[in-house]
């Protein structure tokens, strides 16, 4: 069987015949050598017929035959691998879309339901919504991708998975389908970015899976995790969670390419400093206030260390100098990594700004009238009342307005436990004085009885 397939492809250039002649005549070496169980035959006859259909230009001559091959009795995988491998490799090759389109669709039905092809399985379909993209089938596209979970792939390198992965959420977000988004993100854990990348990789052991490597096409890790962050900023964008995306933004700002160049980490911290302010008060927000506010690089830009420390310190803030003083900032916002802050974020700041006022009076008043706090907040009265009681069903403090007399007081009701033990904790502290005093009078005596004695 050998010497007669050397000799075909020996006589094959002085040969003549047509297409389908020669077509015919490798498939019967084609059978002979699968038949005898002969893997690289098998391998050469298979891709020697798609490379004379791909130098024919039969582009259909060439779809059918990866069908006919794919099905043919007892057919080897190694020569279905080679096939559709062979076969991707002529797609930028095909003289219009419409071609490209089909062959892409033949290959993907052929490596359908197979295990061993499925990494080419998910190039193809990545290719194929790309091409869906361009044609402005947002729907489509995302819908092809989420057909495949390279997430349990064995051969698949970790960065090529990530991408893929990435791909799904970004189409996703593009067609505002915003729950599957969320599902397809957790499949990505972000500790996967922070992997020591000096350890040598393990040699893989005997009957495990090889992996294979990445396409040249593919980032890195670090310009992964920096897409990463952005498209989970464009998720909590959506129902403006700000502290998630002063996270992502944090995550963003520690890469070491971004940290290393100012002109890329100020637009960060810039956006870190106004998302932190926009967060709602809780101990999560008040942690990273305190780190950020710790950055030397925050040097670099004074007016939102200014802004974080008023923030921080407990004073009351007067909104409209505060917003004399950074509207242009927040306008220079369009112009910087992320884009403009929005219509929205400019009311939740003034919105942060006044809780923070209502805990600084909490913090000096036990007691204190709805006319004056209103004076304080630069409110009328009914919108103190509005923001104090939203505060107080948020459980951001504990209050309560006496509106016919018009007084809050900001003292926590205590129940009978928690008066008797205060009671006891008194009690216990009154007799510790007592015994102390006794032990110094007791000491006192002492000293004097033994002075005179001498």
Known sequence: FCYVYRFW???KPETGGDLESKIEALLNVEKQMRLNGDVAGTKKAVIDILNICFEAKAWKTLNDQIVVLSKRR????QAVTAMVQQ???YIDQTPDIETKIELIKTLNSVSAGK???ELERARLIKRLAKIKEEQGLIAEAADLMQEIAVETFGAMAKTEKIAFILEQVRLCLDRQDYVRAQILSRKISPRVFDADQSKEKKKPKEGESIVEEAPADIPSLLELKRIYYELMIRYYSHSNDYLEICRCYKSIYEIPSVKEDSAKWIPVLRK?????VLSPHDPMQSSLL???LEDKNLSEIPHFRSLLKQVITMEVIQWTALWNTFKDEFENEKNMLGGSLGDKAAEDF???IIEHNILVVSKYYTRITVKRLAELLCLTIEEAEKHLSDMVVSKALVAKVDRPMGIVSFQAAKDSNDILN???MNLEKLLDLVEKSCHQIHKETMVHKAALKL
Do not use: P
């Not at 007892?74 to 995988?77: A, D, F, I, V």
């Not at 870190?272 to 932190?276: D, M, R």
């Open 9 to 11: 492809f020996h006589l």
């Open 74 to 77: 007892g057919q080897l995988k």
């Open 87 to 89: 076969a991707m490799q």
């Open 115 to 117: 295990i061993y092809v």
């Open 272 to 276: 870190i400093c106004w998302y932190l």
């Open 290 to 292: 305190n780190s950020t």
């Open 350 to 352: 003034r919105e942060r």
């Open 422 to 424: 205060s009671w006891a």
